[in-house]
């Protein structure tokens, strides 16, 4: 029982480090930074998610005391990469205007609102929306 | 054999983070180096807690969350002052 427990929080941290490894390759190999943004915010979170699973195992099965602190990592984690991703490539889309030819439509009278702002008078009274399909 | 789990995780994840350096001193634009050190953080993060473990005591999760609150706040920080001119306005 012991020994299953040591081999799952190895093969726990032996996956962390691999996907951490694989996120920092993408960083470096891919051709440009929108492709880039994927390495860090899938795998390296996987990566350090791995890293925080084998530590929880490890404090409750191994050494007996249930440690919360992972969670909260985790956690936090999770719910800011993708935020700081959207803002590394929104600031990307703003520092490299040539790109804004590249966008696909939207579909509608107003384009993409980072750069155009919202549409005239926001609210109420919306102006007339190309209709769905 | 976790002494072998931890051994590789440390090899794995310091080859990761000079992968980032070599990311954050190469790259061509600016967000590209914002981005490496977003990452650099995220892979120093996993050594807090790989070393952690090897030390057998929690009181390293308190470094490591803190390292996650000042990665992000920097991050957005930045961006922020490339988007607007400002970070506070």
């Not at chain 1, 691999?18 to 929108?34: C, N, R, T």
Request: aromatic residues 10%; proline residues 4%; contains cysteine.
């Amino acid at each position: 029982m012991n020994f299953l427990l040591e081999l799952l929080v190895s093969v726990l941290i032996v996956l962390g480090g691999i996907f951490a490894l694989i996120g920092s390759i993408g960083l470096v190999k891919l051709p440009e930074l929108l492709t880039r943004l994927h390495g860090p915010t899938k795998a390296t979170t996987l990566g350090v998610g791995g890293a925080l699973a084998a530590s929880m195992l490890f404090f409750f099965a191994i050494e007996g005391t249930l440690s919360i602190h992972e969670v909260l990592i985790s956690v936090f984690l999770f719910l800011t990469a993708p935020i700081s991703a959207h803002f590394i490539a929104k600031a990307h889309l703003h520092e490299h205007e040539e790109l804004r030819g590249d966008l696909p439509s939207t579909g509608r009278p107003q384009g993409w609102s980072t750069f155009d702002g919202l549409p005239e008078g926001e609210g109420e009274e919306r102006p007339e929306q190309a209709p769905r399909a | 054999m976790i002494e072998h789990a931890l051994n590789f995780g440390y090899v794995a994840v310091s080859m990761a983070v000079l992968l980032n350096l070599w990311r954050l001193l190469r790259g061509p634009s600016l967000m590209d180096r914002v981005l490496a050190v977003d990452t650099m953080v995220i892979n120093v993060i996993a050594l807090i807690i790989l070393f952690g473990i090897q030390q057998r005591t929690t009181v390293f999760f308190e470094a490591a969350l803190l390292f996650a609150m000042f990665g992000f706040v920097s991050t957005v920080a930045y961006c922020r002052f490339i988007l607007r001119g400002d970070v506070i306005e």
